[in-house]
């Protein structure tokens, strides 16, 4: 990754992390954690990878698309741009398969002790 995208995609997760805290009025955006912001070489796309409370995350993921204009006008006042991306927000399927994996160890860890 060239160093210009590393440095914007740092500054796009920080900056998405303060308007979602502080800026939202929204009181389930303060749950959200922003994991990891992928941009497309051209810059016109940003997938952001969230983790949030279980059992929360379709909600979450529907209220995050629908505040994607509000949270894109918070951006281009906090970030000087020619042209925003478009924010896809998506679950962090990193943290779920790990959950799983945790899952399934101590699963077999417990019938290894049942033996």
Not at 45 to 74: H, S
Not at 106 to 112: I, P, R
């Amino acid at each position: 990754m060239s160093y210009r995208l590393e440095k914007f995609t740092s500054t796009l997760h920080q900056a998405l992390g303060e308007i979602l805290t502080r800026d939202s009025l929204n009181p389930d955006f303060k749950l959200v954690s922003i994991v990891r912001v992928q941009l497309g070489r051209d810059l016109k796309k940003a997938t952001v990878a969230i983790a949030c409370p279980a059992g929360a995350e379709e909600n979450i993921l529907k209220q995050l698309a629908g505040a994607a204009g509000f949270i894109k006008r918070q951006l281009s006042r906090k970030m000087i741009l020619r042209h925003m991306p478009e924010l896809q927000f998506v679950r962090d399927a990193v943290q779920e398969f790990e959950q799983k994996v945790s899952r399934l160890q101590k699963e077999g860890d417990h019938e290894s002790t049942n033996s």
